[in-house]
């Protein structure tokens, strides 16, 4: 895991190749898209290292994890290929809801009934970021009722919040500070999708992107 400092201000936008239509939205770039990879490919040694040869159900969590899932798919198939372990793949996609009040936080799997696949196999849960904790434990615990065989949860990121449940992936790419961020798949009102660097949302965006 890479943990960055929560006096990281990040790298001068200047620096790095930005949408010009996000350019007065961005505060800074918090992790560059080829440290992302690099980390990533990381990730997917690890996780070969740890599941080499049993078969795996590797389970994206739509939206936000579309990028990080298809990146570390790819570095795992060429693990595959190229070295002495080998984890044989099946892929398959979840989107989650969360409806909130003012006490709890309500999870909902859309397409809750597709989980009976997943009963007696080897589960590799993707996700983007886990910042309270609290949806994952609600997703782990809503799937532990189908009997899968084990599962494991790989995150990108795991924001360092005082809002946190204390949950922690068994896979983490980076530890970050409990900053809006947006980029690489993560969306701020589905805008920012197509940024390739994680990066700091500045108050100019947040306001032009509301609700």
Same mark, same amino acid.
């Given at each position: ?42 990730? /997917? ?7 080499? !040869? ?10 936000? /994890? ?45 397409? #809750? #009934? ?22 994952? #434990? ?34 983490? !790419? ?8 947006? !980029?690489? /798949? ?16 500045? #108050? ?8």
């Amino acid at each position: 895991m890479v943990k960055i400092p929560d006096d990281d201000k990040g790298y001068d936008l200047n620096l790095f190749c930005v949408p010009k239509h996000y350019e007065e939205d961005l505060e800074s770039v918090l992790i560059p898209h080829g440290l992302i990879m690099d980390r990533t490919e990381c990730l /997917a040694r690890n996780i070969v290292e740890d599941m080499g !040869g049993c078969p795996v159900v590797a389970l994206c969590v739509l939206k936000g /994890a579309y990028k990080f899932f298809a990146d570390l798919l790819d570095y795992i198939k060429a693990l595959n290929q190229n070295s002495d372990q080998s984890v044989p793949l099946t892929v398959d996609f979840i989107t989650l809801k969360s409806y909130r009040n003012e006490s709890t936080a309500d999870v909902k799997v859309v397409g #809750e #009934e597709e989980l009976s696949a997943l009963t007696g196999k080897n589960v590799l849960i993707v996700e983007d970021i886990v910042e309270t904790g609290r949806t994952m #434990e609600t997703l782990l615990s809503l799937l532990n009722k189908y009997n899968p065989k084990a599962v494991k949860v790989v995150s990108l990121l795991v924001k360092r919040t005082p809002r946190s449940c204390g949950y922690r992936p068994d896979y983490i !790419g980076f530890e970050v500070p409990d900053k809006f961020l947006v !980029g690489y /798949a993560l969306d701020y009102n589905e805008h920012f999708r197509d940024l390739n660097h994680v990066c700091i949302l500045n #108050e100019n965006g947040k306001e032009k992107y509301k609700k």
